[in-house]
């Protein structure tokens, strides 16, 4: 069920808590170019998975897969290892200095060659001139391809463990800096990741796994719902057991996490009849599971707004990224 939620219509606001807007948006002036605001550079470079020693080689599906009659929480599918390149996009703010250690913001989903992502980037050049945000460097990561069980997006967004931050932080974080001349910060205070999606389960997966690596996490129609395979009996849920038992379950770790999902998302009962496919019930309930471990916490119900909420994220994206970073001091 639905927890309580404070109206805002087409504001937004900084305190924790859930959060009603819409169904009318009014995108937020951080999101454009603003004359006499320093720009950052945007950058873009290549992995080839034939280099990297995690998810090499990749996989893909042959057919969609059928529900295990022997066990509805999976599918049957047949898969085939694939060579993909994975594109990087680098956003280094006006006002980083050279060997200095810089915050981090890890995105997931991140654009393709030679269609690099300025409109996150226009918002962070807003906030950092603002001192709203500090001055991060945003590493954007595409997925390996597909999606869902079977995929290489799958596994390595849907998969309960530690392994793609894993990736990340061993193999993807080293050549961004050898490339660019940058040093990110180990104050894990001071890396965020985000994604949407699968993308948004992936982010709350890398630091739920790697506290001492990430601990701020920023979810759009996060996947918190059954999409993991192989099966694992430790997660039989995938990310439903986030809200089903892990969260209620352990200590509470020191991480800070907004969520924001549509109330037209992702309703799927059909593929699996496992219960746990429904993306508005797995974010609310994700919401009163983090208020009863006193987590630090914004949620965000869009009226009117569908997967991704496309239509909400210009005017909630300048806020959350501000509510995200809140509390970080440089060490």
């Known amino acids: 069920g639905a927890p309580t939620f404070v109206r805002l219509d087409t504001k937004t606001s900084l305190a924790d808590g859930n959060?009603?807007?819409?169904?009318?948006?009014?995108?937020?002036?951080?999101?454009?170019?603003?004359?006499?605001?320093?720009?950052?550079?945007?950058?873009?470079?290549?992995?080839?998975?034939?280099?990297?020693?995690?998810?090499?080689?990749?996989?893909?599906?042959?057919?969609?897969?059928?529900?295990?009659?022997?066990?509805?929480?999976?599918?049957?599918?047949?898969?085939?290892?694939?060579?993909?390149?994975?594109?990087?996009?680098?956003?280094?703010?006006?006002?980083?200095?050279?060997?200095?250690?810089a915050p981090l913001l890890v995105t997931h989903d991140g654009?393709?060659?030679?269609?690099?992502?300025?409109?996150?980037?226009?918002?962070?050049d807003n906030l950092i001139a603002a001192k709203r945000i500090p001055a991060l460097i945003m590493v954007q990561i595409a997925n390996g391809g597909g999606d869902a069980q079977g995929h290489e997006r799958g596994k390595e967004y849907d998969t309960m463990s530690g392994l793609y931050a894993e990736y990340i932080q061993h193999e993807v974080l080293p050549?961004?800096?050898?490339?660019?001349?940058?040093?990110?910060?180990?104050?894990?205070?001071?890396r965020a990741t985000m994604g949407t999606s699968s993308g948004g389960s992936a982010a709350l997966i890398m630091a739920w796994y790697h506290p001492e690596w990430f601990r701020r996490v920023l979810t759009l129609s996060g996947t918190f719902v059954n999409q993991q395979w192989p099966f694992d009996p430790k997660t039989p849920?995938?990310?439903?057991?986030?809200?089903?038992?892990?969260?209620?379950?352990?200590?509470?770790?020191?991480?800070?996490?907004?969520?924001?999902?549509?109330?037209?998302?992702?309703?799927?009962?059909?593929?699996?009849r496992d219960g746990m496919h429904d993306w508005v019930e797995a974010n609310h309930?994700?919401?009163?599971?983090l208020k009863d471990k006193g987590y630090p916490?914004?949620?965000?119900?869009?009226?009117?707004?569908?997967?991704?909420?496309?239509?909400?994220?210009?005017?909630?994206?300048?806020?959350?990224?501000?509510?995200?970073?809140?509390?970080?001091?440089?060490?």
């Open 237 to 272: 849920g995938g990310a439903w057991d986030f809200h089903e038992s892990l969260i209620p379950q352990s200590e509470r770790k020191p991480i800070r996490l907004y969520m924001a999902v549509g109330d037209r998302d992702n309703y799927n009962p059909n593929v699996m």
């Open 111 to 124: 654009p393709g060659l030679g269609k690099p992502d300025m409109n996150t980037a226009h918002i962070l």
């Open 175 to 190: 050549l961004v800096e050898k490339n660019y001349g940058v040093k990110f910060t180990s104050d894990p205070e001071g």
């Open 19 to 101: 959060y009603l807007v819409g169904p009318t948006y009014v995108a937020a002036p951080e999101t454009k170019v603003v004359e006499g605001v320093p720009q950052g550079k945007v950058q873009q470079f290549q992995i080839d998975s034939k280099t990297t020693q995690r998810f090499n080689p990749g996989i893909a599906r042959d057919e969609f897969g059928t529900p295990d009659p022997k066990n509805p929480k999976t599918l049957i599918v047949d898969i085939h290892n694939i060579d993909y390149k994975r594109t990087i996009t680098v956003y280094i703010p006006a006002q980083y200095v050279p060997g200095s250690a």
């Open 297 to 331: 916490y914004q949620y965000y119900f869009c009226q009117d707004s569908g997967h991704g909420i496309g239509n909400a994220r210009a005017q909630l994206m300048p806020s959350a990224l501000e509510w995200l970073w809140q509390g970080y001091q440089a060490r």
């Open 285 to 289: 309930r994700m919401a009163k599971v």
